[in-house]
């Protein structure tokens, strides 16, 4: 099986870039501000990234929590790192992603839909298969918002 990471039309929604990652909006925005901060090369455990992506992660990380504090109004941030849909199928081809969950105490509204997060105060479980009831359009906004915020702050 070939690395969907690596491929460069399966990931879309691109919100910021840095020298070793890159965050996409995550399709499912059930927790507004959701990303997938994946590596930009091809690393298969954390044990392999070096000190610079270590240091560059963190860089990535006081932008997003920065950007979607300052958008949404996230209360905290629950970074997951997850590679199980790797291993569905062989031959296994895990590449490093975190996904990024903003979490939320109250309910927030954005663009005529509410954002509730049920679950607040509890750890968060990827959901399996979960198809995201937030129109592509909304979905969009999000991620122009997201992007226009970190362009201000990257440069």
């Known amino acids: 099986m ?4 690596c491929n460069p039309t399966y ?3 691109l ?3 840095t020298e070793n990652w890159k965050a996409y909006l995550d399709y499912d925005q059930n927790l507004l501000g959701s990303c997938i901060v994946v590596s930009n090369t091809h690393v298969e455990d954390l044990s392999n990234l070096n000190e610079e992506d270590w240091k560059d992660l ?5 932008l997003l929590e920065g950007a979607v504090k300052v958008e949404f109004g996230a ?4 970074w997951i790192c997850a590679p199980n849909h790797s291993f569905l199928k062989k031959p ?3 590449h490093i992603r975190w996904y990024f969950k903003p979490r939320y105490e109250h309910q927030k509204h954005f663009e005529g839909h509410d954002f509730s997060d049920k679950n607040f105060g509890h750890s968060y479980h990827v959901r399996a298969l979960q198809e995201s ?3 592509l359009d909304i979905r969009e906004s999000i991620r122009k918002k997201l992007h226009s915020r970190l362009s201000q702050s990257i440069l």
């Open 75 to 78: 209360t905290l941030f629950n």
């Open 2 to 5: 070939k690395c969907v990471f």
């Open 92 to 94: 296994y081809s895990p």
């Open 58 to 62: 963190r860089s990535m990380i006081r």
């Open 15 to 17: 919100v910021a870039g």
């Open 11 to 13: 990931l879309k929604g």
């Open 133 to 135: 009831n937030i129109p």
